[in-house]
């Protein structure tokens, strides 16, 4: 049954395989007025574009985005805007025996069972180049969040055991320049040296890293969340779990709660400038599933890249025991590249609520 | 905007406050023919029923389910099913300041922002009471996925500190008889008395305590889960963190992938028995979103029950600095009391999605 | 698969069948803030009730609304609003062979070939008893117009060859206690009396008759209406034809417009005290799927009560020929008590679309 | 909010303007292994493309379908099908005052009433041209049908005053050769001739006419339709009145049924050759929203076409009065061209629903 569309109000719907005819977004319900431009989506999808940096893979795709319907103008006319990035370099014919075996973590064996049968050329529909009509599509819902005085950023806040060290930058609000100024997407430029490193040594042992990816939402307004279960910390938590190779989702301290105690945990309000504030952010800006007005704060847990070099044993499709060799072009950690996906998923999650939100009472 | 209904094949709309006249469920598309009783219903709802534990709220509920549409001669009709569990204890006009003090680690500010007022008594729809009609909409699923071969179950696998011990049990199949057998849902024996020590130390010092819930699928088939935004993780996540208080969602290993490497995380597929298996299942039996015929392995972080009793500080709805003392009835812990509501959404996320599954190819 | 639920954003869910425990409904995404009373939702049940007028099933309930969930002091709070209206006078055992015999004109069959049997008490979920949830849920739509400015009312216009006589009352403005002041729900006194001998000859014969109703939306503002799918007449056909026994549904000039030449269809625009007015309404206010502002104009057909006296010809489950005779309680007419359906189904649907259209663009 | 979507189970969304860069559609949910192609989309294509027929629009679009994703080796493969026919012959900067000018009987003031702007070229998004993307779509689900034994047909019967008819042809048999074989798509050539004169004369006085599509589904098993709210004829509804100047949908005897008795609406069941049958069919194959096994009998009425070359009195968005005069490529009825949009509608409706069907019960 259908699932390739995510959000209630604002709606994407995303399309394409890796190595098909292209990949593409359709937008719906976004409202009429916004400007939005090519470059600007272009300027999000670069961003996750592999080639650019020294830990993605080489493949070239110019990933071009291509805005075909909903704007006139430069202006969102409210009608559904489509999107597409055609594929431009998949070569054909070279599976191997990729076609038939499954590989070890991934989707594989799992759409076989499903469908019968699968695209097997560069993984399909489940391959991270997906991705790319959900980075499109919420480049327009960060568009609109701008609008609103809200803004997403993520971050790349762990490498195996590398781990950025907050007291070298502030996690709430990191600088995109040095962000941007290394290959591991890491606010904190030692531990990103220090992480290149790691990264280095496993490539050499054909081996692949976990990652941690943290994303921040500023300026967004108490009351956004839809209870029970359209809470905000519910869609996030489709949204991000619906990226691939994410195996944990924390909202503000995460995991650490089991060890909290509530007098410790509980964020005490306070009366700010005028303003209803928290002296601290255990919660991570989410209380019963609303926002409470401070930051929000994500995390997001990626399993190694499952694509490694070395021999591998695992069956194929005639179930029979195999041994798989993989080849090609493949990163040897998946934060880096992903970092823009959880910012964009962010960004859209948080769009569709802010509209839905609008609706919640009879006077404003 | 609405967001009181879960799931697209299967779906329940749960309705109903604190204390209000009660509280309900309809599910609606759930497959005629399915033998179900009030009894099979009630036994899961006096799972989490307060009163019958020693780190539960004295409150006493009867929480007695009555179905009132959708079974003819003991069977499921297609049509929509409605249950009620009528409140019988709430207290009326006993609730002082809370009605205008936001209560720190609660949704009340988060709701008069959003609706620009709220029913305070007893926390309105924010209260964990909510939860008892998706315990009874999820026991109907567990009932759908008992005549597929599907069994989930959850537990409290740590208390605070105190984690229980897989030497001592087998975290896959654990015993309900034990897990029934301790006020804290523990399937560790020893865990669970160390944890009753704790919280006994924290009641007396006016705290309360984090704690992790696990829950375990099994017998579901591979191929469940719908790319790319209702994937199996996708949906659980917002199924997971639609429950309160739950500030992270893991699958498998979870957080611990982010320093793994591949070579250990990948899971080799071998044919045991003529069937595809796997060596090991850090995937926690989901890949690219989809179930591989593994066990699917979840962990909930729930923080510790905001409602403690020394005095904190916070605001009121005039916008002042006030201090807050909490009286009534909270229990020390969530998750023992949150495992039935963990379990039976689980139950219901794997339901909708199995169904789903069924339409996934032409021939079968 | 799940069907009983109607609107985006604002939803009801309806439950219930003839002869089972009750009927209910519950309504999400109303916006907070709303004044609603059972009394005022009441006032709608009373007028789909039996036994109050002379062409009604003398069959007896009360049909006393509950609210039970979602209104606090005496306002919506912006969660679902829970509404159940119990089954009294439900007579049990009493069905002979209706239990396995196929009634002509009925989804009798219908329903035992979808789901392999049925509760065939009382026609069960497909019984015209199913559509007090749906007023229930109409009278909050009709409430939260009412606010907005937005009238909707229904009224017969035809039973068999009689029709209302345009010429006798203002078919835009017709007056509501001539309407409530006859048997027939018609706004022409002299049509009614004429039906009324009409239906008494053909009561005589066993037999029934078709009848249609028409309502009138006033107040809507121009703009309303999802493109493409959801189109104001388009959610408007789904309503009507949602509810048991209709067979058409006409907007404005409806089949009218087959025989029409665009130069006379054509509502040609002009100033009217400063507001963009039409001369004319063939379109029944409805252009391109959105409102223009002028009253929108719907009529229902209604096909005649399919239970009738006189013996029939028809199959039972066992494949068998067989003849029927039906006893009972049954109106000689649809189209009477239907009205406040049609009538409340509009306001639900025009409310839902209203909701929608306030994020139709970034600024208003 | 988003309403370019239709469906539950089989989804489509279409997106794109009259002279923006396209028009296109994606289907999801789709079961894996159908076998389709662009020739079969595009077969179906054809018969709305303008240029082929006499009284259609000179306009010269190739409207070639791309299929850009889904399908592998010439099947589905249960990943979302996009499909997009891209515009060629659009002219630029030849609107006139039509981007100031309210149209009557058009969508122009509704769509600035609504969205503050609009994409006036062409009609935008409001243009028929819309329907390319649901006709590709709607293909898909035609194929779907095939396989599963069910067949749509639509075909013009009325234009103006001039009627098909049905002692010269089967109305549930037409021949396809026949309705393509005349530039009308009528069924019986003596009205088709008949009809053309009719359009001449109109023509010739710059006028248009109205139309009537007749909508025939053969081989639907008794059970398809989900009560309550999606019933088969309240989706059927939705879906035609989706379309752009339908003014009326019929089910079976439609308005008829108004002046009927019961006695002769209903339809006796006998069995016949082991099957339940109906002796007449005057419910057009649908009882309680439920298919009974018949055929499905739908009609609808289209408006005549609102752009005609007469000069006409308006007002602008200056809200002042002026007089209009249209002028460029416009069909004098829209029927002969709908007709395949009323089929592919149909059809992806009834495939929803036969999807949705497929989980009805516990044991098949």
Known sequence: MAGSSFGKQLVMTTWGESHGAGIGAVVDGCPAGLPITEEYIQAYLDRRKPGGRDFATPRQEADRVRILSGIFEGKTTGTPISMEIMNTSQRSGDYGNLATTYRPGHADY??????????????????????????????????????????????????????????????????????????????????????????????????????????????????????????????????????????????????????????????????????????????????????????????????????????????????????LSIRGRHDPVIGPRAAVVVETMTAFAIADLLLRNENSRMER
Do not use: W
Request: proline share 5%.
């Open 110 to 323: 799992g759409y076989d069972a499903k469908y019968g049968f699968r695209d097997y050329r560069g993984g399909g529909r489940s391959s991270g180049r997906e991705t790319a009509g959900r980075v499109a599509a919420g480049a327009i819902a960060a568009r609109l969040l701008e609008e609103k005085g809200v803004f997403v950023q993520a971050y790349v806040s762990a490498v195996g055991p590398v781990r950025c060290d907050t007291s070298r930058f502030d996690p709430l609000s990191p600088d995109p320049a040095v962000i941007a100024g290394n290959a591991l997407s890491m606010p904190d430029p030692a531990a990103a040296e220090e992480a290149a490193n790691y990264l280095k040594q496993l490539m050499a042992k054909q081996d692949s890293s976990g990652s941690e990816v943290t994303c921040i939402v500023k300026g967004l307004p108490a009351g956004v969340g839809e209870p029970v279960f359209d809470k905000l910390d519910a869609v996030l938590g489709q949204a991000i779990f619906s990226i691939g190779a994410v195996k944990a989702v924390e909202i503000g301290d995460g995991t650490a709660v089991v060890r909290a105690r509530g007098s410790e945990n509980n964020d005490g309000f306070y009366m700010k400038d005028g303003i209803v504030s928290k002296k601290t952010n255990h919660a991570g800006g989410i209380l019963g599933g609303i926002s409470d007005g401070s930051e929000i704060v994500i995390r997001a847990s990626f399993k190694p890249t499952p694509s490694i070099f070395r021999e591998q044993q695992t069956v194929n499709r005639a179930h029979e025991d195999v041994s």
